[in-house]
């Protein structure tokens, strides 16, 4: 009896600790999921609709890889996924005129909580949300550079501008291109710095403009108003490449050219060396010829000098002989 009073007691702690755990669960899923916010933000070309945002954690931090749904009209357009910092872009095409509510819905997961963003639109009119005026829109400045701003027919020129407001980017933002000639480029985005970037090809074949003139606009939303910029350049025909022929050869020049160098020879280490040795005979047969002059000039007056000692000792001989003992 005893053992059946313990073992019922056990069952029951059991059953209160698996509904405890079972309730506390749920506290704990929802206690880890963190808050999120959608920013919507849709301008308009022609009949198209270009819709751009952020998915972020209401501390501003991004959620990457989420999958978002549009609608327009409270009918589904899509789905897009989030890149860096949270951004998505999506095209709405074909868009009836009038005025048309856009909604993005991120459902949320297991760590990140639903969230929801609107933005109000018009086709072939203006904004209509009715909480917000045109006075409350943050103005916007757009830039615009060419590079090059001089080029050649068929050349690409890489067009290049930021859009800031009030000296924060703008980013996640559809930039739409023209140029005067009638070519209309693809809209481009612009990062989170607020830049944008894309490269443009110039008219090629015989007939082109000299200059020509790009016009970026931001067509501006419920957030931020339009603004626009524009950049010059010009164009300029492909050089002519310049044949160049080497001349033939002219064989009267050749040989006569020939003839010359063989006539005059130019001065060799052989010449140099005969002409040297030549020199140095002649200085040895000078000094040969002036010590052999020397040498028999000095004999010839060795032999008048001992000639005239001997004729001076014969006379003295002569006259010691005869005129010994004679009173002077």
């Known amino acids: 009896m005893r053992q059946t009073i313990v073992g019922w007691i056990l069952r029951g702690i059991a059953v209160v600790v698996v509904g405890v755990t079972g309730l506390a669960a749920p506290v704990l899923a929802v206690a880890d999921t963190v808050n999120t916010q959608v920013e919507v933000n849709t301008r308009t070309m022609e009949t198209t609709i270009f819709v751009t945002g952020t998915v972020q954690t209401t501390d501003g931090q991004g959620v990457v890889g989420a999958a ?42 297991s760590r990140y909580g639903a969230s929801t963003g609107n933005s109000h639109v018009a086709i072939g009119g203006t904004l209509t949300d009715p909480t917000r005026s045109s006075s409350s829109q943050r103005g916007t400045t757009l830039t615009v550079a060419l590079d090059p701003t001089q080029a050649y027919s068929g050349d690409s020129v890489s067009i290049t501008g930021s859009l800031t407001s009030n000296g924060s980017p703008v980013a996640s933002s559809l930039v739409s291109l023209s140029v005067d000639y009638g070519q209309v480029a693809s809209p481009v985005g612009t990062g989170s710095d607020g830049t944008y970037q894309t490269i443009m090809a110039l008219p090629d074949g015989d007939t082109f403009p000299s200059t020509f003139t790009v016009t970026v606009s931001f067509s501006g939303d419920d957030v931020y108003n339009s603004s626009s910029a524009q950049a010059s ?19 009267t020049s050749s040989s006569t050219s020939t003839a010359t160098s063989q006539a005059t020879p130019l001065p060799t280490a052989t010449q140099s060396g005969s002409n040297s040795g030549n020199t140095a005979l002649r200085v040895v047969g000078v000094v040969f010829f002036s010590v052999a002059l020397i040498a028999v000039g000095t004999l010839v007056a060795l032999g008048l000098i001992s000639h005239s000692h001997k004729r001076l000792a014969r006379d003295e001989r002569r006259g010691f002989g005869t005129d010994f003992g004679k009173a002077r």
Do not use: C, F, K, R
């Not at 350049?233 to 490449?241: L, N």
């Open 233 to 251: 350049g010009s164009i300029a025909a492909q050089p002519t490449p310049v044949a160049t022929t080497e001349p033939s050869p002219d064989p």
């Open 68 to 109: 978002v749904t549009i609608y327009m009209d409270s009918l589904s357009q899509g789905t897009a996924i989030t890149l860096d910092g949270g951004s998505y872009t999506y095209t709405i095409l074909q868009a009836a005129s009038g005025s048309h509510n856009v909604q993005v819905v991120y459902p949320g997961d």
